[in-house]
């Protein structure tokens, strides 16, 4: 078939606009053909990532209830794949530091063993049935979210090579942006196919094609050119347990924010996976609606995004903690108030607001706190100190929810919510310093199109990249859903899942 000249123009034109997008602007001219695609394969794999993990996050738990689990059931789901993360943290960190090849290691680790359950849990009902299908689902989580963590630490050292300092938060920016929008645009599509179909063949082929947008996902991320590190095989003993142990007594100031990290993490997992239990069973909200409330969230926490951006540049991510700490325990409590299914909608519009401004300022507060030559191993900590609580917390909240029933672990989890931010005020708060203030994002003037060269180039700004460490980090919201917009706890931000 042949096109006329506009309208080649025009496909070329199209052509490029995708490729700027997917790259994060223009600004992709500056740097190597090798980089170039390297951003883009990096975008691509994010926004199908998102989309696959917006259907198990949302529509995970929903499937284990239509398989007959119980409250215990679903909280000893969350405390395994808890205890799974915090022993594989580690051992994926030795890994990146002993043998590099971090891409082989996401692929495999993250992208094949961390799919491939995916595939069996939709087709446990054809050969299971009642507390064996549920057991069955529950050890393939374990192994998924094992795999995940294992392959964590070599995405993020990989991502800090593939993505150019200067631009590291503009291009963030971008990605997390159209993740955000894959994620909800998938989460209302597959909500309704889940409500047309019925259970529990609706979970099956939400399950099923959250593996196959996932291995698309993994294939974008295989065809990226891992850059060369230039840290090779250092020892793997400054990971022993002598090590570590020798780190946080060392650095008190960092022990401590990990035990109001601990403490907040308990508080958050004794409620957090039983939001969409409370939703679906005592509320009646069906898949379709799950997916729609959901999306309000996110929805909720694209926009606030900039403003808490801006604000985190102007307070620090110290006072932006504070602050988002003392709203979030506000959240669990309206629960309580909520008598139909479509009630949460208030309590999701300003969940994806609060989590927004305390997951992009915690994450910029651990970056903060860790030295740079050991920021995989204090990162590593803090996912372990985040990940052990989780564990805790959810074996908790499920015998609490079937002694007592949820409602009563929302009460818990809005008081210990509220204590671990009296913690962080009286403990750290008026103890840590501000860290170097940084230039904003959104200072940074960008030309119009009419200012932009004819090469289509746009300017860098004048003033020179900064160190890794002040660099800004955004974090992603949909890589953070909130346990009160019916999503389940998973792990802490690095990237990381996370909740009400």
């Given at each position: 078939?042949?096109?006329?000249?506009?309208?080649?123009?025009?496909?070329?034109?199209?052509?490029?606009?995708?490729?700027?997008?997917?790259?994060?602007?223009?600004?992709?001219?500056?740097?190597?053909?090798?980089?170039?695609?390297?951003?883009?394969?990096?975008?691509?794999?994010?926004?199908?990532?998102?989309?696959?993990?917006?259907?198990?996050?949302?529509?995970?738990?929903?499937?284990?209830?239509?398989?007959?689990?119980s409250s215990a059931d679903i909280g000893w789901l969350n405390a395994i794949s808890s205890i799974a993360a915090v022993i594989l943290l580690l051992p994926g960190a030795m890994l990146v530091d002993r043998f590099g090849q971090r891409k082989k290691t996401v692929v495999i680790a993250?992208?094949?063993?961390?799919?491939?359950?995916?595939?069996?849990?939709?087709l446990i009902p054809f050969f299971a049935k009642g507390s064996t299908a549920i057991y069955i689902l529950i050890a393939l989580k374990v192994v998924l979210d094992g795999a995940r963590n294992l392959a964590l630490p070599a995405w993020v050292s990989l991502t800090a090579d593939i993505v150019p300092l200067s631009w590291r938060g503009r291009y963030f920016g971008n990605r997390n942006l159209m993740m955000g929008i894959s994620a909800m645009i998938v989460t209302a599509i597959i909500g309704e196919l889940i409500t047309r179909i019925g259970t529990p063949g609706g979970y099956q082929w939400a399950i099923g094609?959250?593996?196959?947008?996932?291995?698309?996902?993994?294939?974008?991320?295989?065809?990226?050119?891992?850059?060369?590190?230039?840290?090779?095989?250092?020892?793997?003993?400054?990971?022993?347990?002598?090590?570590?142990?020798?780190?946080?007594?060392?650095d008190r100031k960092f022990l401590v924010f990990c035990i109001y990290t601990a403490l907040w993490t308990f508080s958050l997992n004794t409620a957090g996976p039983f939001f969409a239990v409370y939703h679906v069973q005592t509320l009646g909200a069906t898949a379709s609606i799950v997916g729609i409330t959901t999306i309000v969230t996110r929805i909720s926490a694209l926009p606030a995004q900039r403003f808490l951006g801006r604000l985190a540049d102007q307070w620090g991510s110290r006072k932006l903690t504070l602050v988002s700490g003392?709203?979030?325990?506000?959240?669990?409590?309206?629960?309580?108030?909520?008598?139909?299914p479509w009630g949460v909608i208030p309590v999701n519009i300003l969940s994806g607001v609060f989590w927004a401004g305390y997951n992009l300022a915690v994450f910029n507060l651990m970056l903060e706190m860790s030295p740079d030559q050991e920021r995989a191993k204090y990162s590593a900590l803090y996912q372990i100190a985040v990940a052990g609580a989780a564990a805790i917390g959810a074996a908790f909240g499920g015998m609490v929810a079937n002694q007592w029933g949820i409602p009563v672990l929302f009460v818990i989890?809005?008081?210990?919510?509220?204590?671990?931010?009296?913690?962080?005020?009286?403990?750290?708060y008026r103890k840590m310093p501000e860290a170097d203030s940084v230039t904003p994002f959104s200072e940074i003037a960008l030309p119009s199109p009419e200012s932009t060269n004819p090469t289509g180039e746009i300017p860098l700004p004048e003033e020179a990249p900064k160190p890794a460490s002040e660099e800004a980090v955004v974090p992603d919201p949909s890589e953070n859903p909130n346990p009160e917009s019916q999503t389940e706890k998973l792990t802490p931000p690095l990237p990381a899942p996370d909740a009400d």
């Amino acid at each position: 078939m042949k096109f006329s000249r506009p309208a080649r123009r025009q496909r070329i034109r199209l052509r490029m606009t995708m490729e700027r997008v997917a790259a994060g602007g223009r600004w992709l001219v500056e740097f190597p053909r090798e980089t170039q695609q390297n951003l883009r394969n990096f975008f691509y794999d994010g926004v199908f990532a998102s989309a696959s993990d917006a259907i198990t996050l949302t529509f995970l738990t929903l499937y284990l209830l239509a398989l007959g689990a119980s409250s215990a059931d679903i909280g000893w789901l969350n405390a395994i794949s808890s205890i799974a993360a915090v022993i594989l943290l580690l051992p994926g960190a030795m890994l990146v530091d002993r043998f590099g090849q971090r891409k082989k290691t996401v692929v495999i680790a993250g992208g094949w063993f961390g799919r491939l359950p995916l595939l069996l849990m939709a087709l446990i009902p054809f050969f299971a049935k009642g507390s064996t299908a549920i057991y069955i689902l529950i050890a393939l989580k374990v192994v998924l979210d094992g795999a995940r963590n294992l392959a964590l630490p070599a995405w993020v050292s990989l991502t800090a090579d593939i993505v150019p300092l200067s631009w590291r938060g503009r291009y963030f920016g971008n990605r997390n942006l159209m993740m955000g929008i894959s994620a909800m645009i998938v989460t209302a599509i597959i909500g309704e196919l889940i409500t047309r179909i019925g259970t529990p063949g609706g979970y099956q082929w939400a399950i099923g094609l959250a593996f196959a947008i996932g291995m698309i996902s993994t294939f974008f991320f295989s065809r990226i050119n891992e850059p060369a590190t230039s840290e090779k095989h250092p020892s793997t003993s400054r990971y022993s347990l002598k090590a570590l142990r020798s780190t946080l007594q060392g650095d008190r100031k960092f022990l401590v924010f990990c035990i109001y990290t601990a403490l907040w993490t308990f508080s958050l997992n004794t409620a957090g996976p039983f939001f969409a239990v409370y939703h679906v069973q005592t509320l009646g909200a069906t898949a379709s609606i799950v997916g729609i409330t959901t999306i309000v969230t996110r929805i909720s926490a694209l926009p606030a995004q900039r403003f808490l951006g801006r604000l985190a540049d102007q307070w620090g991510s110290r006072k932006l903690t504070l602050v988002s700490g003392f709203l979030v325990p506000i959240l669990p409590f309206m629960w309580l108030f909520i008598h139909s299914p479509w009630g949460v909608i208030p309590v999701n519009i300003l969940s994806g607001v609060f989590w927004a401004g305390y997951n992009l300022a915690v994450f910029n507060l651990m970056l903060e706190m860790s030295p740079d030559q050991e920021r995989a191993k204090y990162s590593a900590l803090y996912q372990i100190a985040v990940a052990g609580a989780a564990a805790i917390g959810a074996a908790f909240g499920g015998m609490v929810a079937n002694q007592w029933g949820i409602p009563v672990l929302f009460v818990i989890s809005g008081v210990g919510r509220f204590l671990s931010a009296l913690f962080f005020l009286v403990v750290l708060y008026r103890k840590m310093p501000e860290a170097d203030s940084v230039t904003p994002f959104s200072e940074i003037a960008l030309p119009s199109p009419e200012s932009t060269n004819p090469t289509g180039e746009i300017p860098l700004p004048e003033e020179a990249p900064k160190p890794a460490s002040e660099e800004a980090v955004v974090p992603d919201p949909s890589e953070n859903p909130n346990p009160e917009s019916q999503t389940e706890k998973l792990t802490p931000p690095l990237p990381a899942p996370d909740a009400d």
